[in-house]
């Protein structure tokens, strides 16, 4: 068992739990606390939204121990909330609900996303809310609902969040560390968050077995700019530096079939074709499974040293869709030991839509960007170390060791930096 302390809905109380207790039983069970509802228990359809420490996250797939010092607040905890009370009267006013088994969590995301966004239309709305599911209305009524309060947001503006507050549980909304409202701060360790200045992160390779067997691992820095969310689209750029000629990079780089075999998760159906090709983007995310497959474009410049590859593929088993461009350019640079090294500058944008789309805007998952970053260089680095005719298997992702890597890193800085040391 493990002991916590936390506060739920403005009490502090202490318990002891199993490791392997997710908040949502804990809500349930131990307080009582049945407006949190349980649905598809894999973070999918939004029914368990609560706050933890001023931001939305899923609590079917946050472990109760992990909220020790946290303040979580759930729909019995919006009683005196003003825009809750509005968002409450729209969803009456415009039938917004018919079972109510989402209304809950709907509600708390619906609240979240009218404190951080304003002006939307009912497309954009439907986008922002596709990570809650309803079965029964259509969302047509939530949307109008939403559209009207977010219509009189001027009286709930919310003051600034505060700069100590952490992050635990998965799947807040866009931009939600940057602009949601924090609970009053607790005696425990921030997890920091990505400044906003470029952030430097550490190395930690998702290869296969097989990839490059034997093959000494560099570490490599990449830096990733703080991602911007764009029309529609998340957008953010990495730059990271191989110690290697910009002539053999190019080589590596301009090749689609090479490409893909050192990023993580990617597998192409065949050689490309005047310019297009077909594969997929595989990701295994806990109990999630994903495989969007689809089609894409390639242009190249070789005598800029910079190719642009866009696509568009789905999930046929969670009907999400995803699209997206990256677009890369090598430029020479002197390296660590003074010999010709490449510095490769990579700008990235995507979209996702669907059932999964709440994942592409959580800031795990931004984390997740960089980790396949940090992986796709050092695949790269090893497979330009590694002696001609070495075998080099695709390379897999696995998110769940991307999680725990990130998880990793974020606890060793939050350490550092409250005894004092560096990151």
């Given at each position: 068992?493990?002991?916590?302390?936390?506060?739920?809905?403005?009490?502090?109380?202490?318990?002891?739990?199993?490791p392997?207790?997710?908040?949502?039983?804990?809500?349930?069970?131990h307080?009582l606390?049945?407006?949190?509802?349980?649905?598809?228990?894999?973070?999918?359809?939004?029914?368990?939204?609560?706050?933890?420490?001023?931001?939305i996250?899923r609590?079917?797939?946050?472990?109760?121990?992990t909220?020790?010092?946290?303040?979580?607040?759930?729909?019995e905890g919006f009683?005196?909330?003003?825009?809750?009370?509005?968002?409450?009267?729209?969803?009456?006013?415009?039938?917004?609900?018919?079972?109510?088994?989402?209304?809950?969590g709907?509600?708390?995301?619906?609240?979240?996303l009218i404190?951080?966004k304003s002006?939307?239309?009912?497309?954009?709305?439907?986008?922002?809310?596709?990570?809650?599911?309803?079965?029964c209305?259509?969302?047509?009524?939530?949307?109008?609902?939403?559209?009207?309060?977010?219509?009189e947001?001027?009286g709930?503006?919310?003051?600034?969040r505060?700069?100590?507050?952490?992050?635990?549980?998965?799947?807040?909304g866009?931009?939600a560390?940057?602009l949601?409202?924090?609970?009053?701060s607790?005696?425990?360790?921030?997890?920091?968050e990505?400044?906003?200045q470029?952030?430097?992160?550490?190395?930690?390779p998702?290869?296969?077995?097989s990839?490059?067997?034997?093959?000494?691992?560099?570490?490599?820095?990449?830096?990733v700019?703080?991602?911007?969310?764009?029309?529609?689209e998340?957008r953010?750029?990495q730059?990271?530096?191989?110690?290697?000629?910009?002539?053999?990079?190019?080589?590596?780089?301009?090749?689609?079939?090479?490409?893909?075999?050192?990023?993580?998760?990617?597998?192409?159906d065949?050689?490309?074709?005047?310019?297009?090709?077909?594969g997929?983007?595989?990701?295994?995310?806990?109990?999630?499974k994903?495989?969007?497959?689809?089609?894409?474009?390639?242009?190249?410049f070789d005598g800029?040293?910079r190719?642009?590859?866009?696509?568009?593929?789905?999930d046929?088993?969670?009907?999400?869709?995803?699209?997206?461009?990256v677009?890369?350019?090598?430029?020479?640079v002197?390296?660590?030991?003074?010999?010709?090294a490449?510095?490769v500058?990579?700008a990235?944008?995507?979209?996702?839509?669907?059932?999964?789309?709440?994942?592409?805007?959580?800031?795990?998952?931004?984390?997740?960007?960089?980790?396949?970053?940090?992986s796709?260089a050092?695949?790269?680095?090893?497979?330009?170390?590694?002696?001609?005719?070495?075998?080099m298997?695709?390379?897999?992702?696995?998110?769940?060791?991307?999680?725990?890597?990130?998880?990793?890193?974020?606890?060793?800085?939050?350490?550092?930096?409250?005894?004092g040391?560096?990151?």
């Amino acid at each position: 068992m493990t002991a916590i302390k936390l506060t739920v809905n403005g009490q502090a109380l202490r318990a002891e739990v199993e490791p392997r207790t997710h908040l949502a039983d804990f809500l349930r069970e131990h307080l009582l606390l049945t407006g949190t509802h349980i649905g598809c228990e894999h973070g999918i359809c939004g029914a368990c939204t609560v706050e933890i420490d001023g931001e939305i996250a899923r609590s079917c797939i946050t472990y109760a121990a992990t909220c020790d010092g946290a303040r979580i607040r759930t729909i019995e905890g919006f009683d005196d909330d003003r825009l809750m009370g509005r968002l409450r009267q729209a969803f009456t006013e415009e039938h917004a609900l018919q079972c109510g088994y989402c209304t809950p969590g709907m509600l708390i995301a619906a609240r979240d996303l009218i404190r951080r966004k304003s002006g939307l239309d009912p497309s954009q709305i439907r986008t922002e809310m596709s990570g809650n599911l309803c079965r029964c209305t259509g969302y047509v009524g939530i949307v109008r609902a939403v559209e009207t309060v977010m219509a009189e947001r001027a009286g709930f503006d919310p003051p600034a969040r505060s700069a100590n507050a952490g992050w635990l549980g998965p799947a807040p909304g866009p931009q939600a560390s940057e602009l949601a409202i924090a609970a009053p701060s607790v005696a425990r360790i921030a997890v920091p968050e990505v400044g906003a200045q470029a952030a430097a992160t550490e190395a930690a390779p998702i290869v296969s077995p097989s990839f490059g067997r034997g093959v000494r691992r560099r570490p490599i820095k990449v830096d990733v700019s703080v991602p911007e969310e764009t029309g529609g689209e998340t957008r953010l750029t990495q730059s990271f530096v191989l110690e290697h000629p910009r002539e053999t990079v190019w080589r590596i780089m301009s090749n689609p079939q090479e490409v893909a075999a050192c990023m993580p998760g990617m597998v192409l159906d065949g050689p490309v074709d005047d310019g297009q090709v077909t594969g997929r983007m595989e990701i295994s995310l806990g109990p999630i499974k994903a495989s969007f497959a689809g089609k894409g474009s390639i242009s190249r410049f070789d005598g800029e040293y910079r190719q642009v590859i866009t696509g568009s593929g789905g999930d046929r088993k969670s009907g999400s869709n995803a699209s997206g461009r990256v677009a890369y350019a090598l430029h020479p640079v002197v390296g660590a030991a003074g010999d010709e090294a490449t510095r490769v500058d990579v700008a990235m944008s995507y979209a996702l839509t669907g059932p999964l789309a709440q994942f592409g805007r959580s800031a795990l998952v931004r984390d997740l960007v960089s980790r396949i970053g940090e992986s796709f260089a050092q695949n790269l680095d090893a497979r330009l170390s590694a002696p001609e005719g070495t075998p080099m298997a695709p390379a897999a992702l696995g998110a769940a060791s991307l999680i725990w890597r990130s998880l990793i890193t974020r606890a060793r800085r939050a350490v550092a930096r409250f005894v004092g040391g560096r990151p």
